[in-house]
T-cell receptor
Framework: NAGVMQNPRHLVRRRGQEARLRCSPM?????VYWYRQLPEEGLKFMVY????????ESGMPKERFSAEFPKEGPSILRIQQVVRGDSAAYFC???????????FGSGTQLSVL | KQEVTQIPAALSVPEGENLVLNCSFT??????LQWFRQDPGKGLTSLLL?????REQTSGRLNASLDKSSGRSTLYIAASQPGDSATYLC?????????????FGEGTQLTVNP
């Protein structure tokens, strides 16, 4: 049973470009969470999704950031018109049920030049 | 607003020592608490999860305790090894029905010297 898969591992973008981060949850998990870890800071919650539904996006910046978890395929975290302050490690986690233990992927390191 | 604090921020010990990492949280109304380890450039590995109704959990050389009323948890590592070197993160979940977000502490960076 493969773990939570994130790709790419590293993503380099220039200011103003779009970044797409993908997350495939563990098999059988229907709950996906995205967290961001800024340099020298702890992990901060961004968004919680179930298949085709955003349950809690209270941690998402109001502009430029969006997330989806379609019926088929991975969850996508999309950042439009990236700025240097978006440079961070973005982690995805999944769980089989709400409130259960979270399993994390290895993260995507986004660098904005 | 829940705040999670971990002390110390960094710890360096010789191999074989027993050690304790501390975690405190401001809002005692939690659903569960989870300890993770994070290796440089890698994701998080779940170590132990304690439900709010539990007092402790054990896995191998690791033992985590929870005192919900005082807002504290400890992670005890017995007979530490160089392979235990990593950052240890504590995270609390607010509630099963009121949201599923985890609030993380900033971690304790542990170095075990051979």
């Amino acid at each position: 049973n493969a773990g939570v898969m994130q790709n790419p591992r590293h993503l380099v973008r220039r200011r103003g470009q779009e970044a797409r981060l993908r997350c495939s949850p563990m098999k059988g998990h229907s709950h996906v969470y995205w967290y961001r870890q800024l340099p020298e800071e702890g992990l901060k919650f961004m968004v919680y999704l179930q298949k085709e539904n955003i349950i809690d996006e209270s941690g998402m910046p109001k502009e430029r950031f969006s997330a989806e978890f379609p019926k088929e395929g991975p969850s996508i975290l999309r950042i439009q018109q990236v700025v240097r302050g978006d440079s961070a490690a973005y982690f995805c986690a999944s769980s089989p049920l709400r409130g259960e233990k979270l399993f994390f992927g290895s993260g995507t390191q986004l660098s904005v030049l | 607003k829940q705040e999670v604090t971990q002390i110390p921020a960094a710890l360096s010990v010789p191999e074989g020592e027993n050690l304790v990492l501390n975690c405190s949280f401001t809002d005692s109304a939690i659903y569960n608490l989870q300890w993770f380890r994070q290796d440089p450039g890698k994701g998080l590995t779940s170590l132990l999860l304690i439900q709010s109704s539990q007092r402790e959990q054990t896995s191998g050389r690791l033992n985590a305790s929870l005192d919900k009323s005082s807002g504290r948890s400890t992670l005890y590592i017995a007979a530490s090894q160089p392979g235990d070197s990593a950052t240890y993160l504590c995270a609390v979940r607010r509630g099963e029905t009121s949201g599923s977000r985890l609030t993380f502490g900033e971690g304790t960076q542990l170095t075990v010297n051979p």
